[in-house]
């Protein structure tokens, strides 16, 4: 019948129906409804509809045609005086699925989704009419934006009116179906309106996309051809719906939720599969899993806009999706998987961002990790972490996101700490009060700590273990060998029982220990602390070094100090400081405020001593002290009656202690 010139009338379920006259064959990949327009316009029928009338499809819309299913293939080959193999060819009919989530059409062979067709618009590649008038079944297909054969931007609105083109009127594929001239006839050719050619990078990669689902069947095998071993298994359906998940994927908003595909709804949201978006998917099935890294970095490259989230969600969440897709193959789900698996691997040491600790690299480690690995606790890293003082990376918004930390600066504050102790456990060593300590640092006897890693130690006050092990190592050398004298005593009962008022001078004691001025022995092995296990030869010699210094301290400045403050000077308290006074040892300037002339004070603590002095520098009790003065022919200068307290004269007492001194060691 093809080759056949005439009017053919037949019935056909008993409705007489009547073909065209001389009805153009059809093209390799022409659509259903292009054919039947084409027909109709070269058989002056204005209205698509009126044409298919002939053959008893009635009300029918022109782009729900190829939808109708086989039932309409004799009336359709009848119509346009083909073989029924024709038109079934073109015939978009439903595949039958157990589930009715993806309804799917046959497609020239492929199967795709029925909401990838565009129906109700009709959309021309102006170039591709220029070579064959003729329209093609795949511009149908709202993934690709262009032509598949000249990649011209499709022209869906005509460039004069700038009406949709639509089936229900035709003058021809090549005209627009609204503009008409003054007689009613055709009157925009679409061919003079070339449209821009699509570029990308990787044109083999676009190419593929387009040939999976080709009308033409050797663009069909020239893509099978060309599929990665990986996927060659599988069908060119299931590799071209792979395809489109992936450009799901990589064009996802970082807003939206991962757990399934942000899916385009109508043809404007088509828009963001650009040949460049289609290529790298292409590029994805002909490189697998290669080809996926421009994907990868392109999803990556958005990470930071995907809150509460942290790893591959942070990271490839979109492709995760894809992976958990059920209209695919599960052997697709496992590549894809075994795809993301290896890109956090290789970019475990380029990308430090919160990751599982299967995908991170060995310079971050968590907060608990790094509790148990270096012994501290887990919350003092944290603190140094929000305090900046310790690099961390954490996921925004993420509650249940790791804290990562850098393994090397923990290790490197670790180690700076295992140098340093704290003050009391340094005090401890060297035998002396905590509050000596700043006072041997300013002389640069031991060395203090500063940096953050005395927060590991758990105090504000931390010396360089070594700067304490030096300057214990330069008392022992400075020790003299043999047995010490029948009078030795410590260097810490020593200084303890100077006597003088105030802060004990250790720093003194130990710079004349340094400078060989103070002579020392080693006693006792057992003890450790290097102020107990040393001893001086008597008391008096810690004494007559530090005396003339801790005089001088004392300044006749002129101003006045309360009794509190006299109390500090001379070493005693504020109740012996007001019997003083009551004996006029001490002159009150000021009775009601109870304030004394500095210098009074000052000139006291030079010419006079108490009791509580000479206690601590004799090594005796209290009580003891005016028997042992009375042996050496000293009287006291006063007795308080109120405590019992003594004043002595300073010099009368220096000069018998000496000459009690010189006497034992001519006796001796």
Request: with cysteine.
């Amino acid at each position: 019948m093809t080759g056949e010139v005439g009017i053919y009338r037949t019935t056909i379920d008993g409705m007489e129906v009547t073909s065209f006259l001389d009805p153009p064959a059809p093209a390799p990949d022409e659509s259903l409804v292009g054919w039947v327009a084409r027909a109709a316009e070269d058989h002056a029928f204005r209205s698509i509809s009126r044409a298919l009338e002939k053959v008893g499809v009635l009300k029918c819309s022109p782009e729900t045609l190829p939808l109708l299913g086989h039932q309409i293939c004799d009336q359709i080959s009848f119509l346009l005086k083909a073989p029924r193999a024709e038109v079934e060819a073109r015939i978009y009919g439903a595949v039958h699925q157990t589930s009715g989530r993806n309804r799917q059409i046959e497609f020239f062979g492929s199967k795709i989704r029925k909401t990838y067709r565009q129906s109700k618009i009709r959309r021309v590649a102006p170039r591709a009419l220029v070579a064959s008038a003729h329209h093609r079944a795949i511009w149908d297909i709202r993934i690709f934006g262009f032509c598949a054969d000249t990649k011209e931007v499709l022209l869906e609105t005509c460039p004069v009116c700038r009406k949709k083109l639509g089936w229900r009127r035709t003058h021809g594929i090549e005209y627009c179906d609204s503009c008409k001239d003054e007689q009613g006839e055709r009157a925009t050719d679409l061919r003079d309106f070339p449209q821009p050619i699509v570029a990308t990078q990787d044109e083999a990669g676009l190419s593929i996309m387009c040939d999976l689902i080709h009308p033409l069947s050797e663009r069909r095998e020239k893509a099978r051809r060309s599929i990665s071993a990986p996927l060659v298994e599988y069908s060119n359906d299931d590799i071209f719906e792979f395809g489109i998940a992936l450009c799901c994927a990589e064009t996802m908003k970082p807003t939206r939720t991962q757990k399934t595909l942000e899916r385009p709804k109508c043809l404007e949201d088509y828009a963001r599969f650009t040949p460049e978006i289609l290529a790298h998917a292409g590029r994805a099935i002909l490189d697998w899993p290669s080809g996926l890294h421009s994907i990868t970095d392109s999803i990556r490259a958005k990470a930071e806009q995907r809150k509460a989230f942290y790893g591959i969600g942070k990271e490839l969440g979109p492709l995760a999706a894809v992976r958990r897709l059920n209209t695919l193959p599960l052997g697709i789900g496992n590549l894809v998987q075994d795809a993301i698996d290896r890109d956090m691997l290789e970019t475990a040491a380029s990308s430090p961002t919160p990751r599982r600790a299967d995908y991170r690299t060995r310079e971050l480690i968590t907060c608990r990790k790094a509790s148990q690995k270096y012994h501290c606790e887990r919350a003092l890293l944290g603190r140094l972490a929000r305090e900046g003082i310790l690099k961390s990376i954490r996921a925004d918004g993420c509650r249940l996101a790791p804290l990562l930390l850098y393994d090397a600066e923990i290790a490197d504050l670790v180690e700076r700490a295992s140098e340093a102790e704290r003050s009391i456990k340094a005090a401890t060593r060297l035998g002396i009060p905590i509050g000596a300590m700043p006072d041997l640092a300013r002389r640069g006897m031991i060395t203090e700590v500063k940096g953050p890693e005395i927060r590991l130690l758990g105090s504000n006050d931390c010396y360089k273990t070594k700067s304490i092990d030096d300057l214990i190592a330069s008392i022992e050398a400075a020790a003299n060998c043999g047995t010490p004298p029948e009078t030795h005593v410590t260097i810490t009962k020593a200084v303890n029982r100077i006597g003088f008022p105030g802060p004990k001078p250790w720093g003194d004691v130990f710079q004349a220990i340094l400078d060989r001025k103070l002579q020392i022995w080693r006693i006792e092995e057992r003890i450790t602390a290097a102020t107990k296990r040393n001893a001086v030869e008597h008391i008096d010699q810690v004494y007559e070094l530090v005396a003339p210094a801790r005089l001088h301290l004392h300044s006749e400045q002129q101003g006045f100090v309360t009794y509190r403050e006299a109390a500090d000077i001379i070493g005693t308290c504020e109740v012996a400081i007001a019997h003083l006074v009551r004996a006029n040892q001490l002159a009150a300037t000021d009775q009601s405020r109870l304030k004394l002339e500095r210098s009074d004070v000052i000139r006291f603590i030079k010419e006079k001593m108490l009791t509580s002095e000479l206690s601590k520098r004799l090594g005796i009790t209290y009580g003891q002290v005016p028997r042992y003065m009375a042996s050496l022919g000293i009287e006291p200068i006063l007795r308080a009656p109120a405590d019992g307290n003594f004043v002595w004269s300073r010099q009368l007492v220096e000069a018998a202690l000496s000459g009690s001194k010189n006497l034992a060691a001519t006796t001796k």
